[in-house]
């Protein structure tokens, strides 16, 4: 079974300020894919960003980026200019290519933004 | 407008009392799957379905139940809730065969078994 590691339970930051939420899997498939996804306080599911894992470049959407290191099975999210609708919990989730759509996901960070 | 229906949206029941989640989708999807969110452990997956009346185990399925006799409802039904059943619900539905689709969430199900 895939497992997905989130380290760290709770981060803060600085409005305007970037922070970096760390996530690592384990894993014997060499194709897939990973996703992190924004909860807020209303409890939706949003998907932020997502990454093939065939693609070397690292995907991008707007403020949100991520470091994918396929051979350190290492999946971070880079929020910059950190912004108050961003305090949410991000979840880091592994889907393998197969027909199996299963989601594994971590246990979640906790981001809070200072004003 | 897309999206993925969960009812009720809070529910607090007590032990043995039969109850069902509902979940519908109205974007024609083939893939559905219920997780269930506890703190510290992220999301786990409890059942799945690739399609009408096919449906499989998850991580986590002991205590629920699952039917898919339309493709756009899939109700998880607790036969005996248990207080260890008290978690956030969340029913999530994808098209097959787009292999890099994300999956559409509905808006969750907070269940309190006591």
Redesign the interface.
């Given at each position: 079974a895939q497992t997905v590691t989130q380290s760290q339970p709770e981060m803060s930051v600085q409005e305007a300020e970037t922070v970096t939420l760390s996530c690592t899997y384990d894993t014997s498939e060499s194709d897939y894919y990973l996703f992190w996804y924004k909860q807020p306080p209303s409890r939706q599911m949003i998907l932020v960003i997502r990454q093939e894992a065939y693609k070397q470049q690292n995907a991008t959407e707007n403020r949100f980026s991520v470091n994918f290191q396929k051979a350190a099975k290492s999946f971070s999210l880079k929020i910059s200019d950190s912004q108050l609708g961003d305090a949410a919990m991000y979840f880091c989730a592994y889907r393998r290519r197969s027909n199996d759509y299963k989601l594994s996901f971590g246990a979640g960070t906790t981001v809070t933004v200072r004003a | 407008e897309a999206q993925v229906t969960q009812n009720p949206r809070y529910l607090i029941t007590v032990t043995g009392k039969k109850l069902t989640v509902t979940c519908s989708q109205n974007m024609n999807h083939e893939?559905m799957?219920w997780?269930r969110q506890d703190p510290?452990?992220?999301?786990?997956?409890i059942y799945?379905s690739?399609n009408v009346e096919v449906t499989d185990k998850?991580?986590v399925p002991e205590g629920y139940k699952v039917s898919r006799k339309e493709k756009r409802n899939f109700p998880l039904i607790l036969e005996s809730p248990s207080p260890n059943q008290t978690s956030?619900y969340?029913c999530?539905s994808?098209l097959?065969g787009i292999?890099?689709q994300?999956?559409h969430?509905g808006?969750?199900t907070?269940l309190s078994i006591l």
């Open positions: - | 893939y799957s997780y510290g452990l992220g999301l786990r997956q799945y690739m998850g991580d956030l969340f999530a994808s097959l292999s890099n994300p999956q969430f808006d969750g907070r």
